[in-house]
């Protein structure tokens, strides 16, 4: 098969499109048909080298799938040939203790897809039945592929670890991006008013459709965290949803209201972040960071799409060999919403 092969990351990082072998199969491992593959900021901090950590030689990225069953181990029972699937982003064991207690995302054998085994920029890809939940045939898989990250990832963040609650008032930062445009819509879906914080004025308009009671321009003579202020009568933001990270960080701080909720889902720079910690003490502030994404959480994001309370963003979808151009548009922030990769068209 043909796989897009990471050789040396850099800027720009050195890619091969060439012949690898199918992946093999274990015995409770199904195989993948990739119908679809998010191209999440994670395989380009990947590409260009700023995160190292868990990336082999020669590496095949992407964890954002929709694929098809096409073969399964010998002793698969949870998912059926032919049908459509949505996996984690840990390739779950299914039998730790984490993962008895649905924590499959943090799966003590876990290794990441995309990383730690062959991703979904290839046309076929080897997943264990544990991590895969099965989407309705009629959702398209360039909506479908969104549903672990981002949409899931956002929904666990919301819910879990920002425990966000009807009626609260909830920033959104980057909210034009692949994780902000999802959480924008599930964080309305939940109650919660929704101020989305983005860099460009032309975004502002799709962000109110999908359901941003207001939308902050960042960049601007007035930091954002007294806009915010001054649309909260003074009072703050419950929550925070941050998917950038360091450039923001103070920012979305001082966006809290007492006892205010900043959650971490996204570091785009990698640097390290200067706060007066006072900022934290006065407010009683709880910062904390999220990744990842449970079975039952990506089963709700499959339900709620389904339903039509999310519907996962795509800015564009690009045959798998012209991946550059989809990074070039990232670097740019000309997207809104997820590019998706097509391995098999
Ligand atoms: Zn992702
Ligand atoms: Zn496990």
């Known amino acids: 098969m043909r796989a897009l092969i990471l050789e040396t990351p850099g800027n720009p990082p050195k890619l091969a499109y060439r012949d690898t072998p199918e ?61 459509r699937v949505v996996p984690l982003l840990t390739n779950a064991c299914g039998e730790c203790e984490r993962c008895l207690a649905g924590q499959e995302h943090r799966c003590i054998s876990g290794q990441g897809i995309g990383h730690g085994v062959p991703g979904g920029f290839a046309p076929y890809v080897a997943v264990r039945e544990t991590a895969l939940a099965t989407v309705p045939d009629g959702m398209p898989p360039e909506q479908a592929c969104l549903l672990a990250c981002p949409t899931g990832v956002a929904l666990q963040a919301i819910q879990d670890v920002a425990c966000l609650k009807a009626g609260e008032t909830v920033v959104v930062t980057g909210a034009s991006g692949g994780l902000g445009v999802h959480a924008v819509q599930l964080a309305r879906a939940m109650g919660a ?38 649309m909260t009568g003074e009072r703050g933001a419950d929550v925070v949803l941050d998917t950038v990270g360091s450039p923001l960080f103070g920012s979305t701080v001082r966006c809290l209201a007492q006892y205010g909720r900043l959650v971490l889902l996204g570091e785009v720079e990698g640097r390290p972040a200067q706060l007066n910690l006072a900022e934290v ?18 089963e709700q994001a499959v339900a709620m799409a389904a339903g039509g309370q999310v519907k996962p963003v795509v800015h564009a979808t690009l045959p798998l060999r012209d991946i550059l151009i989809g990074i070039g548009w990232m670097q740019e922030r000309r997207l809104f919403g997820r590019v998706v990769l097509l391995p098999n068209g």
């Open 193 to 230: 008013r929704v101020i989305g914080v983005t860099s460009s004025e032309s975004k502002l308009g799709p962000l109110m459709e999908l359901g941003a009671e207001d939308v902050v321009l960042a960049g601007g003579e007035l930091d954002f965290s007294e806009i915010v202020l001054a």
């Open 281 to 298: 003490l006065f407010r009683d502030a709880v910062i904390r960071g999220s990744t990842g994404v449970n079975r039952r959480q990506l």
């Open 23 to 83: 992946p093999a199969l274990g015995p409770r491992d199904a195989l993948l048909r990739v119908l679809a593959c998010g191209l999440c900021h994670h395989d380009r901090l990947a590409m260009t080298g700023v995160l190292r950590r868990g990336i082999p030689s020669n590496a095949i990225l992407g964890h954002e799938i929709c694929g098809e069953v096409v073969k399964l181990g010998s002793a698969v029972t949870r998912v059926a040939l032919g049908r």
